[in-house]
């Protein structure tokens, strides 16, 4: 079971979005300041988002493999 990339850095960047764009207007930026860095903060976490959500995958897998083989191996894996 691996997880799923783009819906997790979709939902993140839609998070840092609105934190961003709320953080922005309650310290009085204007509106197309607060739009402009809400963008290019939403943009650059769902890049550092995916890269992590594929980084644990990758873990994940190997993880997975090392154990198929070791129980083969060992001598569990009958059939």
């Excluded at 939902?11 to 609105?18: D, E, M, T």
């Excluded at 860095?37 to 873990?59: D, E, H, M, Q, W």
């Amino acid at each position: 079971m691996l997880l799923q990339v783009r819906p997790m850095a979709v939902s993140c960047a839609v998070l840092c979005f609105f934190a961003i764009g709320i953080v922005g207007s309650l310290g009085g930026l204007s509106p197309g300041t607060c739009c402009k860095r809400a963008v290019l903060g939403a943009a650059f976490t769902y890049l550092v988002a995916g890269t992590a959500v594929r980084a644990v995958n990758a873990i994940l897998t190997h993880a997975m493999i090392t154990d198929w083989i070791r129980k083969g191996d060992s001598g569990d894996n009958k059939g």
